[in-house]
């Protein structure tokens, strides 16, 4: 097994040692077909990162000491004028299969909120995708979860790396992981497992008052897209759902497309999550394919019987729960 070391203050000769994430895996070939270790030693890497080739374990000493930052944005100009848009913002492209992400910290610097837009630390696309111990920091659109929607809502929507490529929907695992955001933090149209996550809704933002003297919303935690023939959406399993956000004035979810699933397992809510759970997007018509679902959710934010989830979501009996077990919805991942 080939085994790479990457160390920012490199002071030898060993030909498997570099001093950024990206030369290590460039020294990869594209064609990868064995197992290839990168050890990142501590530090701070300012880089952006496109990682496309298989079977690497990219694994750093704590997710504390190997920091990944950069800050490209949404609002961004590019040199033609245009706007960079939010699949061109990532700081952390994983573009292959087979592919471990363990004891890193990924996250997408730019601020403030109001200036940035969307934001992406971690654009993950590919099957068989392992994210362990890992921490997820931005705002907006923190964790994309590709592929791309077959197709986007405006001209231009999906500039970026994969907006001609091939839908292909693959299997994402991640595994005590601390993800946060504010507004549609994890995206996409992955069949994705989180399992012991902590799923962070920040307040990154004062909004002004609604004229009703309701709090606002501040927040969705997920933004679906799962495609209609897809068998699972996302599943969050034993998650803890957390904030420094006002009392319910944030949702678990709203559907980026229509055939969104999301299904939380034993999962703990806290007083951030609004009453009724998930939100339409105000799209009524697809209140009719969407699929939200909650089993032995506790916390101030669970429902508790009170009845107070939107009408369209489900409250899983014992046997129904059992369809979302990790074995069921990842089938013959490869750890």
Same mark, same amino acid.
């Given at each position: 097994m080939l085994k790479l070391t990457v160390m920012q203050n490199k002071n030898d000769t060993n030909p498997n040692t570099f001093s950024t994430i990206s030369e290590a895996i460039s020294h990869v070939p594209k064609d990868n077909s064995e197992?290839?270790?990168?050890?990142?030693? &501590?530090?701070?890497?300012?880089?952006?990162i496109t990682l496309d080739r298989p079977y690497i374990h990219l694994i750093g000493s704590s997710a504390d000491e190997?920091?990944?930052?950069?800050?490209?944005? +949404?609002?961004?100009? =590019?040199?033609?004028?245009?706007?960079?848009?939010?699949? #061109?913002?990532?700081?952390?492209l994983l573009d292959a299969d087979y592919v471990t992400l363990e004891n890193l910290t990924i996250r997408n610097s730019a601020s403030p909120r109001s200036k940035a837009g969307q934001a992406v630390a971690l654009y993950a696309d590919g099957d068989n995708l392992f994210i362990k111990s890992c921490r997820l920091e931005s705002y907006q659109?923190?964790?994309?979860?590709? &592929?791309?929607?077959? +197709?986007? =809502?405006?001209? $231009?929507?999906?500039?970026?790396?994969?907006?001609?490529?091939? #839908? #292909?929907?693959? #299997?994402?695992?991640?595994?005590?992981?601390?993800?946060?955001?504010?507004?549609?933090?994890?995206? $996409?149209? +992955?069949?994705?497992?989180?399992?012991?996550?902590?799923? +962070?809704?920040?307040?990154?933002?004062?909004? &002004?008052?609604?004229?009703?003297?309701?709090? &606002?919303?501040y927040g969705y935690a997920t933004a679906a897209s799962t495609p209609e023939d897809s068998p699972y959406g996302y599943v969050f399993d034993r998650c803890r759902f957390t904030s420094t956000c006002p009392r319910q004035s944030v949702y678990l979810g709203r559907p980026w497309r229509d055939y969104a699933q999301t299904v939380l397992l034993n999962c703990y809510l806290d007083e951030h999550i609004h009453p009724e759970g998930f939100h339409d997007w105000n799209k009524p018509d697809a209140r009719k394919t969407i699929f939200y679902a909650e089993y032995n959710s506790t916390g101030p934010g669970a429902d508790n019987g009170m009845g107070n989830r939107a009408d369209f979501v489900h409250i899983l009996s014992d046997e129904e729960a059992l369809r979302y077990t990790k074995d069921r919805v990842l089938g013959n991942f490869v750890i």
């Open positions: 197992p290839v270790t990168i050890v990142v030693t &501590p530090g701070i890497y300012h880089e952006k190997c920091i990944i930052t950069y800050g490209d944005y +949404a609002r961004d100009l =590019m040199p033609d004028g245009s706007k960079r848009g939010t699949f #061109r913002s990532y700081t952390f659109d923190t964790l994309f979860t590709g &592929p791309l929607p077959p +197709a986007p =809502m405006q001209i $231009g929507g999906f500039t970026g790396p994969k907006e001609f490529a091939e #839908r #292909r929907v693959g #299997r994402q695992y991640y595994k005590d992981c601390y993800i946060c955001g504010d507004v549609d933090f994890i995206f $996409g149209s +992955a069949i994705a497992y989180f399992e012991t996550c902590e799923i +962070a809704s920040v307040f990154s933002e004062e909004l &002004p008052e609604n004229p009703d003297g309701s709090t &606002p919303i």
